[in-house]
């Protein structure tokens, strides 16, 4: 089993930034797939940005948001820039290895004035 451990959410203002952390129990060196969802009140969950030999982000936050990794942290990174209210939501992060992928338990980010 693997855990992953999201954190970094909170309460922003529109226009602020946060960074997502996701630290997992194991190597995410040898990873094959890594990603950060969300999902709003009322609404199903949604892709936001992965990582893999690309990356690759949703229509609605790319130019803002970004996606990198440590591997010496085991950790996946979101960097969210110009938030907007919009953005409001639990964010999840998921890694893919060979023998299954795992969610975190996610983040609240709530932008607000």
């Known amino acids: 089993q693997v855990q992953l451990v999201e954190s970094g959410g909170g309460l922003v203002q529109p226009g602020g930034s946060l960074r997502l952390s996701c630290a997992a129990s194991?190597?995410?060196?040898?990873?094959?797939?890594m990603g950060w969802y969300r999902q709003a009140p009322g609404k199903e969950r949604e892709f936001v940005a992965t990582?893999?030999?690309?990356?690759n982000y949703a229509d609605s936050v790319k130019g803002r948001f970004t996606i990198s990794r440590d591997n010496a942290k085991n950790t996946v990174y979101l960097q969210m820039n110009s938030l907007k209210p919009e953005d409001t939501a639990v964010y999840y992060c998921?890694?893919?290895?060979?023998?299954?992928?795992?969610w975190g338990q996610g983040t609240q980010v709530t932008v607000s004035s």
């Open positions: 194991r190597s995410i060196f040898i990873s094959i797939s």
């Open positions: 998921n890694i893919g290895w060979i023998f299954g992928a795992f």
């Open positions: 990582l893999t030999q690309t990356t």
